[in-house]
């Protein structure tokens, strides 16, 4: 089935800078790429999704390119502001049409001010 | 947008009682619905997919005959802990997919979550 792995475990940078958190899969077909951010003891919360059809989407200040040939995605954060530390997951949606999610293993990101 | 309750937020039980939550999707009906747990600084993981008139169907290394999911209706999943452990203490949490919300796109609602913990 499929695997999703996350990097790094932990992250911190200061405020201002940029935040770039990396993620592999397994299942050459996933096709839905979704990072959800969450905060302690929250339900998580989509930040930015991308398919399968796309290099590369952006959202403000916040991006997620997408290497289908490798299998891995990032997600990168710029001009990073406190509110932005919380637990960052990426996840792959292996089966088209199912819905099913498999998580990476999650990023505690710190801003520090 | 897309809502979903769990319900209760949060229980204490005992060792050996069963412990029943409850997952609703308020505005838009969901054939299927998904169950995750998390354990603390952990991922979520997925239980298993629970499916509206049918069996659920279970991850690899989920036990079916301890987390009994009934899906009695397309806008309530409920997932129930018998003989509850304290290894069964996590975050449980739940999701529904309110179909295609863009083109392509397979979005879920997440629940905000039941937290238990077994004493």
């Known amino acids: 089935g499929e695997n999703v792995e996350q990097h790094p475990s932990t992250l911190s940078v200061q405020e201002g800078d940029s935040a770039v958190i990396k993620c592999t899969y397994s299942d050459s077909a996933s096709n839905y790429f979704p990072w959800y951010k969450q905060e302690l003891g929250k339900r998580p919360q989509l930040i930015i999704d991308i398919r399968s059809n796309v290099g590369e989407k952006k959202d403000q200040r916040i991006a997620v390119t997408l290497n289908k040939t490798a299998k891995h995605f990032s997600l990168h954060i710029t001009e990073t502001q406190p509110e932005d530390s919380a637990v960052y997951f990426c996840a792959a949606s292996p089966t088209s049409g199912t819905y099913k999610y498999i998580f990476g293993t999650g990023t505690r990101l710190k801003v520090l001010a | 947008g897309a809502v979903v309750s769990q319900h209760p937020s949060w229980v204490i039980c005992k060792s050996g009682t069963s412990v029943k939550i409850e997952c609703r999707s308020l505005?838009?009906?969901?054939?299927?619905m998904f169950w995750y747990r998390q354990f603390p600084k952990q991922s979520l993981m997925l239980m298993a997919t629970s499916n509206e008139g049918s069996k659920a169907t279970y991850e690899q290394g989920v036990e079916k005959d301890k987390f009994l999911i009934n899906h009695a209706s397309l806008t309530l999943s409920t997932l129930t802990v018998t003989s509850a452990h304290p290894e069964d203490s996590s975050f449980y949490i739940c999701?529904?997919?309110?179909?295609?919300?863009?083109?392509?796109?397979?979005?879920?609602?997440f629940g905000p979550g039941t937290r238990l913990t077994v004493t």
């Open positions: 999701s529904a997919p309110p179909g295609l919300t863009r083109a392509g796109v397979y979005e879920q609602y």
């Open positions: 505005d838009f009906q969901a054939t299927t």
